[in-house]
T-cell receptor
Framework: DAGVTQSPTHLIKTRGQQVTLRCSPK?????VSWYQQALGQGPQFIFQ???????QRGNFPDRFSGHQFPNYSSELNVNALLLGDSALYLC??????????????FGPGTRLLVL | DQQVKQNSPSLSVQEGRISILNCDYT??????FLWYKKYPAEGPTFLIS?????DKNEDGRFTVFLNKSAKHLSLHIVPSQPGDSAVYFC??????????????FGQGTILTVHP
């Protein structure tokens, strides 16, 4: 059983560009959350998707948007990239409403570098 | 505003001894706390958790203690092994309400266990 997968693993973009990151949840999971981890910091919650809707949002600007597909996979889109968007982007999947908070499984992340 | 803090960026311990990692939080609405371990190039993996109705939870070599009045929790690893060397994150969550499933992380502590 594959765990949470994310693509691409690494990405280099320039300021002002747009980027799309992808996440496939662990089999059986229906909830996907995205986190941003800057260098030397802990992961910071961006938003959570369930039943193809954004259910919660952290303190991130509208440049950050997402989508969840009927197969529960998800995308994170960031527009008008800034240097400060350089970070590791983590996806976590869970069967949250049945199995609880601790059952969130994280993917390996996508390392984004904005030049 | 940093609602979850890990004030020790790093900790070095001899193999076989006890490792104690500390975490403080400010938001009294948090009622569920988790510890994650992260190796390079991997996502965080769940280690152990504790509900706010308990003050201690054990799982093998890992024990988490919660002091609600002090808003402080700690992770004890006994005995420490070189394979425990990793970054440890403390996280807090709520088990109900609009923030259900959102994890708020500390900055992490790098644990190095020397043979």
């Amino acid at each position: 059983d594959a765990g949470v997968t994310q693509s691409p693993t690494h990405l280099i973009k320039t300021r002002g560009q747009q980027v799309t990151l992808r996440c496939s949840p662990k089999s059986g999971h229906d909830t996907v959350s995205w986190y941003q981890q800057a260098l030397g910091q802990g992961p910071q919650f961006i938003f959570q998707y369930y039943e193809e809707e954004e259910r919660q949002r952290g303190n991130f600007p509208d440049r950050f948007s997402g989508h969840q597909f009927p197969n529960y996979s998800s995308e994170l889109n960031v527009n008008a990239l800034l240097l400060g968007d350089s970070a590791l982007y983590l996806c976590a999947s869970s069967f949250l409403r049945v199995a609880g908070v601790k059952t969130q499984y994280f993917g390996p992340g996508t390392r984004l570098l904005v030049l | 505003d940093q609602q979850v803090k890990q004030n020790s960026p790093s900790l070095s311990v001899q193999e076989g001894r006890i490792s104690i990692l500390n975490c403080d939080y400010t938001n009294s609405m948090f009622d569920y706390f988790l510890w994650y371990k992260k190796y390079p190039a991997e996502g965080p993996t769940f280690l152990i958790s504790i509900s706010s109705i308990k003050d201690k939870n054990e799982d093998g070599r890992f024990t988490v203690f919660l002091n609600k009045s002090a808003k402080h929790l700690s992770l004890h690893i006994v005995p420490s092994q070189p394979g425990d060397s990793a970054v440890y994150f403390c996280a807090a969550s709520r088990r109900s309400g609009t923030s259900y499933g959102k994890l708020t992380f500390g900055q992490g502590t790098i644990l190095t266990v020397h043979p």
